[in-house]
């Protein structure tokens, strides 16, 4: 099986595109790929499928985001739960009526192409989002969860269809099972031709005698799941974890929508996150800044020593390259990030105080190049600026 092609690179536009040149974009493949205007043709059947496939993902801001950052893996709904995503809503992208001008291009109106063309009534079942917390582990390692949701699935009296047993499901007569009718209206233009829902089966192309007594005819009740989630390790808050399939279902046993899985991650006391990288501040006593130390620090899944070399400074940064969050695309890991702040003591005792009046006696200013050519640049300025006036 030959590797999908990027679907920016498939509409011909690029990631700051907006959804008007996406869908304008889009809007030419699939005039020029249409099956209409290309009988016989594989290849330009095969690329106007291309053309639909990534035009679904990137009108879709939630699915885009999604294959932004995880590329196709972000939408396959064959990756054991579909794959990462970002923020947005659901929906169809504006199918509907970019079909309807193409097929209208083809001397049809409305959605009937060339009148003879019936509608496709889509019965996918429509999208969930709930939120789910994670601890910073959790989120950093990944984890497994089950949840419990409530969603549509199919009336188990009637199975699904919403009439009751032994009652039939007829096709409408009024459309032809069409679900759509023809309206012809006179105006001082001339006969205008217009396509409407059938307002005697609501657009469904089906009328239930008997409706279902459980369902109401609906073919459809609200059911209680537990489901299993596998967090990959390495996402981080605000990621959206999207299951294909385990949304509600659609009507007339249509096809199921997808759940989005909203994720929240707690802070952690010690590390703080940015991106794969972490930080934590490290405090240090005076005396092991000045004359150096071997300490044992934390990282997020083991402890090490790190050498704190004699003279180190306040806000000295080291870096602990690999030792940071698992990339959630797999690629390695990142750094942590460790930053010295060297305490001073609040309090003294008399004899600490004694100590350190002998140590600065004993240092003197030639111990702090710093403090002493600090003072070198006071004494210049005061020197160019000249004696003070007096007033």
């Given at each position: 099986?030959?590797?999908?092609?990027?679907?920016?690179?498939?509409?011909?536009?690029?990631?700051?595109?907006?959804?008007?040149?996406?869908?304008?974009?889009?809007?030419?493949?699939?005039?020029?790929?249409?099956?209409?205007?290309?009988?016989?043709?594989?290849?330009?059947?095969?690329?106007?499928?291309?053309?639909?496939?990534?035009?679904?993902?990137?009108?879709?801001?939630?699915?885009?985001?999604?294959?932004?950052?995880?590329?196709?893996?972000?939408?396959?709904?064959?990756?054991?739960?579909?794959?990462?995503?970002?923020?947005?809503?659901?929906?169809?992208?504006?199918?509907?009526?970019?079909?309807?001008?193409?097929?209208?291009?083809?001397?049809?109106?409305?959605?009937?192409?060339?009148?003879?063309?019936?509608?496709?009534?889509?019965?996918?079942?429509?999208?969930?989002?709930?939120?789910?917390?994670?601890?910073?582990?959790?989120?950093?390692?990944?984890?497994?969860?089950?949840?419990?949701?409530?969603?549509?699935?199919?009336?188990?009296?009637?199975?699904?269809?919403?009439?009751?047993?032994?009652?039939?499901?007829?096709?409408?007569?009024?459309?032809?099972?069409?679900?759509?009718?023809?309206?012809?209206?006179?105006?001082?233009?001339?006969?205008?031709?217009?396509?409407?829902?059938?307002?005697?089966?609501?657009?469904?192309?089906?009328?239930?005698?008997?409706?279902?007594?459980?369902?109401?005819?609906t073919g459809l009740e609200n059911k209680e799941r537990t489901?299993?989630?596998?967090?990959?390790?390495?996402?981080?808050?605000?990621?959206?974890?999207?299951?294909?399939?385990?949304?509600?279902?659609?009507?007339?046993?249509?096809?199921?929508?997808?759940?989005?899985?909203?994720?929240?991650?707690?802070?952690?006391?010690?590390?703080?996150?940015?991106?794969?990288?972490?930080?934590?501040?490290?405090?240090?006593?005076?005396?092991?800044?000045?004359?150096?130390?071997?300490?044992?620090?934390?990282?997020?899944?083991?402890?090490?020593?790190?050498?704190?070399?004699?003279?180190?400074?306040?806000?000295?940064?080291?870096?602990?390259?690999?030792?940071?969050?698992?990339?959630?695309?797999?690629?390695?890991?990142?750094?942590?990030?460790?930053?010295?702040?060297v305490e001073v003591p609040r309090k003294l005792t008399h004899?600490?105080?004694?100590?350190?009046?002998?140590?600065?006696?004993?240092?003197?200013?030639?111990?702090?190049?710093?403090?002493?050519?600090?003072?070198?640049?006071?004494?210049?300025?005061?020197?160019?600026?000249?004696?003070?006036?007096?007033?």
């Amino acid at each position: 099986m030959s590797e999908k092609r990027d679907y920016y690179e498939v509409l011909g536009v690029n990631k700051n595109s907006s959804a008007d040149e996406i869908k304008k974009a889009y809007r030419k493949k699939a005039m020029q790929y249409h099956p209409d205007k290309n009988p016989g043709d594989n290849a330009a059947e095969e690329k106007f499928k291309e053309a639909n496939e990534a035009y679904e993902i990137l009108s879709d801001p939630e699915k885009k985001a999604g294959y932004d950052q995880f590329g196709h893996a972000g939408t396959d709904a064959s990756a054991g739960g579909g794959g990462y995503s970002y923020s947005g809503g659901g929906g169809r992208g504006g199918f509907e009526d970019i079909f309807s001008d193409i097929f209208s291009s083809f001397g049809g109106g409305g959605g009937f192409g060339g009148g003879q063309r019936t509608r496709q009534r889509s019965n996918r079942g429509s999208d969930m989002k709930i939120s789910l917390t994670l601890t910073f582990n959790e989120a950093v390692f990944g984890v497994e969860k089950k949840i419990k949701i409530k969603r549509k699935e199919e009336c188990p009296v009637c199975g699904g269809s919403g009439a009751q047993k032994g009652s039939d499901v007829k096709t409408c007569d009024q459309c032809g099972g069409a679900g759509q009718v023809y309206v012809r209206q006179q105006t001082p233009f001339g006969t205008i031709q217009q396509v409407q829902e059938c307002d005697k089966c609501h657009g469904e192309g089906t009328i239930i005698e008997r409706p279902c007594d459980k369902c109401h005819g609906t073919g459809l009740e609200n059911k209680e799941r537990t489901i299993n989630i596998k967090i990959p390790a390495g996402v981080d808050n605000g990621s959206i974890l999207p299951l294909r399939g385990e949304g509600n279902i659609g009507p007339n046993h249509g096809s199921t929508g997808d759940l989005y899985v909203y994720i929240t991650v707690r802070e952690d006391t010690i590390f703080k996150r940015n991106g794969d990288d972490v930080y934590y501040d490290l405090p240090i006593t005076y005396a092991q800044a000045a004359m150096g130390d071997n300490i044992v620090v934390p990282t997020i899944d083991t402890k090490i020593k790190l050498k704190v070399p004699e003279g180190t400074q306040n806000g000295k940064v080291f870096r602990l390259k690999g030792k940071g969050i698992p990339n959630v695309n797999g690629h390695g890991r990142g750094d942590q990030y460790i930053t010295i702040k060297v305490e001073v003591p609040r309090k003294l005792t008399h004899e600490q105080k004694q100590i350190l009046q002998q140590f600065a006696q004993v240092t003197g200013m030639d111990s702090h190049p710093e403090g002493k050519r600090f003072w070198a640049r006071v004494r210049v300025e005061e020197k160019e600026k000249g004696p003070k006036k007096s007033v």
